[in-house]
């Protein structure tokens, strides 16, 4: 440009091999610092991953794991044909009316024979769970021939006491601030040297639905609430959305309507799940009169929440299987149809069910959209059909975390206990499915 | 060999015809009969109503009625939407169901009602045990969480709520800051605690007494708008979550229902109001200022219709549940009183109709 | 015959048609060596055949079996009661249950009137002939149908061609499903949402600096002021999704380096899955956790220093909802980083650049729209989380940007004013919908972005 200036342009001389080799030394040092620090900050973000899931896990199972275990107290108990059935018709109707808690407060009584007074008498019941009349219910119903007989039952003891022998309340305490008096402990302690009390493993808590007692509340009516949601949420976005990606991946032509298609898909996997529930509240509930807290109406939501998962998941496992496989059956003379059904689906299949697995795992743990159905309600039958007014397990857990018994907080642990280790075998399943099956090209 | 690649394809249209019966149930399922009694309404009548009809599911001659939890307002709405199996049978109300509602319940065809007093609850105020007790007045209360307070120097002039510690309002209170978790207003325990505490404390000062029968709205607004910058937490309907952060909160108050105070009583302790400390019997006597009716509304067209609503009042009113001994009692319901329980009984059987 | 039965009546036809269809083509064209002249494989005239066989039996079921119920109802009602026309159609609904209970044996018969159990055994009668009816229909339609395109098979007949479109069709109608849905959610909320905007002015709800929604829900009742400024849920919801951001970016992004980088096969194999149970926790236990001991823990943490912690503080709800979040943004980062080409790291290194080096100035730079895109995706998961904060955040909508304070969200609002409160006309619950809206499109927004730029990166690589 300006050749009036005659400036002399330093000529480039290649620096000499040890001149470089002295330059690389001079930084190396540093450089290697600077490796070992990005490895440790790596390293440390990993860790500290792990210690959230271990914190989160061990937070939860400390505090729930006592569930799994219960105690209870032996009685003797009179069946008293005066008291279940005077008229000695032994009719059913008769017999599941009787007053069973009549039959336990006589047990009690004779077992402490010197415990007087209303008071007293009342603090004496309060050691067993109120279920306990439920369970000579039970009993009797099943075999009428043990009216006028004695029998020892081993029935639940009250939440109050099952606390204390788990240690989780001290009995140190001043008498005021426990929720077990004097009298209580003393009678307790007797029963407990005669061996009357033990710990049983906590049978009620998988089989009962929801409860007042949290002694006799249980996970059972909100788990096959769950597993009708998740079969109807299975059975409807699985087969849906394997065909769905199967056209979008196999038969669409690009066109406008395959792209709006598509687009749509992937933005409905980034709605929030609550705008699901509204949807469900106005369409399901407000325009086709579906019933509330019905596991059906729930599935319908899961299934519309899931199905964009599956879709996805589906059409990546498409994409995996290499184009050779579909232009090697083309060639053969097969149609598009035969060749995804013969050949393709075949080996997209454990990716898809790998998806399908992930997306039920997510369904399983949704809460927010199924607050806007109504599926927070109490229920104690457990349920067994499509309309029954059900409720799922997170669900539960939110519904425990808002009662005023303490010891629900023990059940709310316990319900997320079996809640994750649900969604952990579901999740191990995915993995080892992906691991075992997936093949790479 | 050649039978393997049909097997998915089988299994596929299996699927699929599985799929198409199944999409044409939910309208088949949507008409069948409902046979349980469905009950919605307040969360501070949950536990009690929860219990009773526990109690009479396990009787097994009936399904164990639904309940869910929604709130008064919420659930009163949903009650009031009219007459059908779709409807709710019953809705718990931590107070009185009024005029307005009534109107929009008779719009909607819901015209007979039947109002049941199943016992009173204490609207109160608690605090951690580790904490210092503490004693308050109404007045106290309605100076530390009302938005705006008359003016110290000036009483007949509104200014903005100024306290920031209960030290601020009295010297003989602690220097510890405002902090009282509490329920929003769709809650009854709100409507009730804005009722027996923010209007008491507000009628200590005597123009806003007479306000009270000159300009009832402006009378309320005044006494009844909580404050919003922080010294009063809304913690949603959740009010055990108000009792879970109540322990681990030390200092700051809770605003719940006698029965989660009871429930809780290793960990809680009552404030004493006035003087008095909440117990069974100061709310039972009403010598605790504060205590509120509760009620079970009942659709009078749907008796006899849904199975077992008229046997689960029964149990409702029965001698062991809310007998002096009962089991509603053991929860923390306060029943009615003795001269009161006969009429509540006579009106479970007569099923009287109710107007506001 | 019941109709759960006359359904597998209905599979065992399609078999048999399946069967004959096949069996015709062959004999069509003379036995199984003059096969090579039909058109198609002789499985396909058996598809074809039971889709004519399958398809219009199934239709006329479905329709039956949803309106048999109210028809026959109806009937018996209108046979019943000579006032059942002065009904109202609330109590004509309460009749109707008693009428299915009483049928369906769900009370003793004994306790209802005698009129209606007369009517029960009516519908009883009505419904055996009904079921017949439907039996004899959907089996004759079902032979017909069979029987037309038997007859109709032909060695030139294109049953492939015919069979694949009836396919491809319904394929495509599935994948419609998620068009469908999307309407449904903006028609769900949108119709609210106007009534929403013609009560309260769109300026005001989204500039409004004052948000106070619980204004008198009945007449004498007073609750506050009732705003419907919703900037504070906006920044609120921005604090706790930055707070969640500034947790999880980090430490998913590095970990996600860590396992694609550094980390040998085994310990990747071990350590990526339990990262990833992290995504699997339900957020109704994060939930449950954030509530009941992070908040506290910070509450008392911040005490013993001095500050002035709310019980109900952004940082709990936001710290706990990043640790949601880590294995989302490591699992989409380290998607990003493998699908890098190795031919690039091989260029780095061959230049003597540590592998720091080479991930810092290579890798990353070369994956980062996709990682940019996996981060926004991230933030359009914090902003629509709900029951983190439903649980841990406060209801006061502050608008601050202090993280010891409590704010509120979007999506803590909307389950507020929703739950227990289903009258659709007051402004309170329409503002529900207004904020479903706004959280759709601002969701709907990044995640378009994110799209976008990811598709950009494939672009280049693949």
């Known amino acids: 440009m300006n050749s009036t200036t005659e400036t002399v342009t330093p000529k480039y001389v290649p620096p000499t091999a040890a001149q470089t080799q002295a330059k690389v030394s001079a930084g190396l040092a540093r450089r290697y610092r600077a490796e070992a620090r990005f490895r440790a900050y790596g390293l440390g973000a990993t860790l500290l991953g792990i210690l959230f899931v271990v914190f989160l896990f061990g937070s939860v199972f400390w505090r729930g794991f006592s569930i799994f275990g219960q105690h209870q107290v032996r009685l003797d108990v009179f069946y008293d044909a005066e008291v279940i059935d005077p008229a000695g018709t032994r009719e059913r109707d008769t017999l599941l009316a009787a007053d069973y808690q009549a039959l336990v407060r006589a047990s009690l009584k004779a077992r402490f024979p010197e415990v007087e007074g209303r008071r007293e008498v009342r603090e004496l019941v309060g050691l067993v769970s109120s279920g306990a009349a439920g369970q000579l219910q039970a009993r009797v119903v099943a075999n009428p ?14 939440s109050d006491v099952d606390w204390l022998l788990k240690g989780k309340v001290s009995r140190n305490a001043p008498e005021s601030e426990r929720r077990l008096s004097d009298d209580q402990l003393r009678w307790l302690d007797t029963l407990i040297r005669a061996d009357q009390v033990e710990r049983r493993f906590n049978k009620t808590f998988f089989e009962n639905g929801d409860s007042r007692d949290p002694e006799l509340a249980g996970v059972g009516g909100a788990l096959a609430g769950s597993l009708l949601t998740l079969f109807v949420t299975l059975l409807l976005s699985f087969p849906v959305g394997v065909a769905a990606a199967v056209y979008l991946e196999e038969f669409a032509r690009q066109s406008r309507t395959t792209d709006l298609i598509e687009v749509n898909i992937n933005n409905l996997a980034a709605v929030p799940s609550i705008v699901f529930g509204l949807l469900g509240l106005s369409m399901f509930i407000g325009l086709f009169g579906m019933p509330r807290s019905a596991p059906l109406v729930g599935g319908f939501v899961l299934t519309l929440l899931t199905l964009p998962t599956i879709i996805i998941a589906s059409r990546a496992a498409l994409k995996a299987v290499p184009p050779s496989i579909r232009e090697a059956a083309l060639g053969m003379g097969a149609s598009r149809l035969q060749m995804v059904a013969h050949h393709v689906l075949p080996l997209a299949m454990p990716g898809m069910l790998t998806g399908a697995i992930i997306g039920m795992a997510r369904a399983l743990g949704e809460t927010a959209p199924l607050l806007m159905i109504g599926m927070v309600a109490f229920i104690v039958d457990i349920p067994n059909g499509f309309s029954d007014p059900s409720t799922v397990l997170p669900v539960q857990v939110f519904l425990w975390s808002d009662s005023p018994e303490r010891a629900f907080v023990e059940r709310t642990s316990g319900a997320i206990i079996v809640l994750l280790l649900f969604l952990i075998v579901m999740n191990a399943t995915a993995v080892v499915l992906r691991n075992r099956f997936e093949k790479r090209w | 060999m050649s039978k393997l690649p049909r097997f998915p394809r089988f299994a596929l249209s299996a699927a699929t015809l599985a799929a198409i019966a199944l999409s044409a149930s939910p309208i088949a399922h949507a008409q069948s009969a409902r046979d349980y009694i469905s009950i919605v309404g307040s969360s501070t009548v949950y536990p009690f109503t929860t219990a009773v009809a526990e109690q009479f599911g396990r009787q097994g001659k009936f399904k164990t009625p639904k309940v869910e939890s929604t709130g008064t307002g919420g659930g009163i709405k949903l009650f009031c939407n ?9 809705a718990n109300a931590s107070r009185r169901m009024n005029a307005g509602e009534f109107d929009s319940c008779k719009k909607a065809g819901v015209t007979d009602i039947v109002e049941i007093k199943v016992g009173y609850d204490g609207v109160v105020l608690a605090e951690s045990k580790k904490a210092k007790p503490l004693a308050v007045t109404r007045k106290q209360v309605y100076l530390a969480l009302a938005k705006q307070i008359p003016d110290p120097s000036n009483p007949t002039v509104l200014i903005n709520n100024p306290y920031k510690t209960w030290k601020d309002i009295d010297n003989s209170l602690p220097a510890l800051k405002i902090e009282v978790l509490g329920p929003p207003p769709t809650s009854g325990t709100r409507d009730s605690f804005a009722e027996l505490y923010m209007e008491a404390g507000c009628r200590t000062y005597p123009w806003l007494n007479t306000l009270r029968s000159q300009d009832e709205k402006r009378f309320k607004r005044i006494c009844h708008t909580v404050r919003e910058d922080g010294g009063y937490v809304e913690a949603g309907e ?15 108050l809770g605003i719940f229902g006698y029965s989660y105070l009871e429930e809780n009583s290793g960990a809680l302790r009552g404030t004493m109001v006035d003087g008095v400390e909440p117990t069974f019997e100061t709310i039972s006597s009403a010598k605790y200022p504060a205590s509120r009716p509760l009620f079970i509304y009942v659709k009078k067209a749907h008796v006899g219709v849904i199975p077992g609503i008229k046997e689960f009042l029964g149990e409702y009113v029965s001698e062991k549940a809310l007998g002096g001994e009962g089991y509603l009692a053991n929860r923390g319901l306060i029943p009615p009183t003795k001269s009161e329980i006969g009429d509540v009984r006579k009106a479970a059987v007569a099923l009287p109709s109710f107007t506001p | 015959m019941n109709p759960s039965m006359l359904l597998v009546l209905l599979f065992v036809l399609v078999l048999v048609a399946f069967r004959l269809g096949k069996d015709r083509s062959i004999a069509v064209v003379g036995g199984l060596r003059g096969v090579r002249d039909l058109h198609s494989l002789p499985g396909h005239y058996g598809l074809l055949t039971a889709l004519w066989c399958g398809l219009p039996a199934l239709a006329i079921f479905a329709i039956w079996v949803s309106f048999q119920d109210t028809v026959l109802v109806r009937l018996v009602l209108s046979h019943m009661a000579q006032s059942a026309d002065q009904l ?30 007369k009517a029960a055994e009516e519908y009883r009668a009505l419904r055996d002939i009904a079921h017949m009816a439907l039996t004899v229909i959907v089996v004759a339609v079902a032979l017909g149908g069979l029987l037309l395109a038997r007859a109709r098979i032909r060695a030139d007949l294109r049953a492939r061609n015919a069979f694949e479109r009836v396919v491809e069709v319904a394929l495509f109608c599935c994948s419609g499903i998620a068009v469908l849905t999307t309407v449904g959610i903006v028609l769900s909320i949108i119709f609210e949402a106007v009534r929403f905007f013609n009560l309260i002015p769109i300026g005001e709800f989204l500039f409004g600096l004052h948000w106070s929604p619980q204004m008198a829900i009945r007449a004498d ?30 430490v998913g992004l590095l970990s996600a380096i860590y396992l694609a980088e550094y980390a040998d096969r085994r310990a ?33 943490f ?54 720091s080096e080479t991930i810092k100035q290579v ?64 402004p309170k619950t329409l503002a529900a919908f207004a904020l479903g809206l706004m959280l759709f499109l601002v969701t709907l927004l990044l995640n378009a972005i994110a799209l976008y730029v990811v598709r950009r990166f494939r672009e280049q690589y693949d």
């Open chain 3, 363 to 426: 890798v990353l730079r070369a994956a980062l729209p996709g990682i940019v895109g996996g981060l926004l995706l991230a933030v359009s998961r914090a902003i629509g989380e709900t029951m983190i904060v439903v649980m841990a955040a406060g209801l006061a909508a502050n608008l601050t940007a202090n993280p010891f304070e409590a704010v509120t969200t979007v999506t803590v609002q909307i389950v507020t004013l929703l739950v227990g409160d289903q009258e659709f006309d007051s």
């Open chain 3, 268 to 300: 990747r194999s071990v350590i990526k899955p339990l990262l990833e149970v992290l995504a699997g926790v339900p957020t109704v236990v994060y939930g449950f956790f954030a509530a009941l001991t992070v908040g506290p823990a910070l509450r008392t």
């Open chain 3, 88 to 117: 109202s159609s609330s109590q004509l609904s309460l009749l109707m249950n008693d009428l299915r209970n009483v049928v369906a044996g769900n009370v003793a018969a004994e306790t209802v009137a005698e009129s209606t159990r």
């Open chain 3, 221 to 250: 009742q007073v609750g506050s002021s009732g705003a419907f400024g919703a900037v504070p849920l906006f920044t609120g919801t921005l604090l706790i999704s930055l707070i969640a951001m500034l947790i999880a970016a980090p």
């Open chain 2, 82 to 90: 009219g007459v059908g199996p779709q409807h709710p049978d019953v």
């Open chain 2, 238 to 252: 959740n009010d055990n979550l108000i009792v879970q952060k109540l322990q681990t909160n030390v200092g700051s």
């Open chain 1, 145 to 158: 021939a043990l009216i006028g007989q004695r029998e020892a039952v081993w029935v639940l003891t009250s």
């Open chain 3, 302 to 355: 911040g005490e013993s220093v001095g500050l002035d912690v709310a019980s109900e503080s952004a940082l709990a709800a936001g710290l706990i909802m990043g640790v949601m979040i880590i294995p989302f943004v490591s699992s989409l980062a380290d998607d990003m980083i493998t699908a890098v080409p190795q031919s690039l790291r091989d260029g780095a290194y061959a230049l003597g650049a540590t592998r």
